[in-house]
């Protein structure tokens, strides 16, 4: 399941930026196939994130989330024509950053985590060995 569309990404982009990113085969419409390879790229990269803590894919998709995917898809875009700048960098490495911090709990998807991880106990357990000996246990 995506976490965003086509149309997202073209409505984010605009139908100019679009054609220039993903047209390859020179008629001057995007190439679907590539969006949605960009589209892929950036979901997978999502999982492989929210899977520590959630069950993915999620759904419904939050309005975040959703955003989040859009930006990644277009950075994906513009490095495969070598058009990434240095704040296209700096949006790929903010929306990483978000995704370390829903996974860690310090931003909320508005979602509960997987039942793994609602199982997943913060305490410490303790396992020791039988005695050996002991004042009344004899050597």
């Known amino acids: 399941m ?14 100019a930026d679009l054609v220039a990113l993903a047209d390859y085969d020179g008629d001057d419409s995007p190439d679907a196939d590539v969006v949605a390879a960009a ?9 492989s994130y929210l899977s520590v803590r ?3 894919p999620v759904n419904p998709v939050p309005d ?11 950075y994906f875009l513009r490095l495969g024509r070598d058009s990434a700048t240095e704040d296209a960098r ?7 950053e978000w995704l370390r911090e829903v996974v860690h709990g310090e931003v909320s998807l508005g979602i509960e985590p997987s039942a793994a991880e609602a199982d997943r106990s913060p305490g410490v357990e303790y ?4 005695r ?3 004042r009344d246990e004899p050597l």
Do not use: H, W
């Not at 589209?39 to 999982?47: G, P, T, V, W």
């Not at 975040?64 to 277009?74: H, I, P």
């Not at 700096?90 to 990483?96: C, K, L, S």
């Open 2 to 15: 995506a976490y965003c569309t086509y149309d997202d990404v073209k409505k984010r982009i605009g139908e």
């Open 39 to 47: 589209i892929d790229d950036a979901c997978s990269l999502i999982d």
């Open 54 to 56: 959630f069950t993915v």
């Open 64 to 74: 975040m989330l959703r955003t989040r995917a859009v930006n990644l898809a277009v």
């Open 90 to 96: 700096r949006q790929y490495e903010d929306d990483v």
């Open 127 to 130: 396992r020791t060995q039988p």
């Open 132 to 134: 050996l000996f002991g």
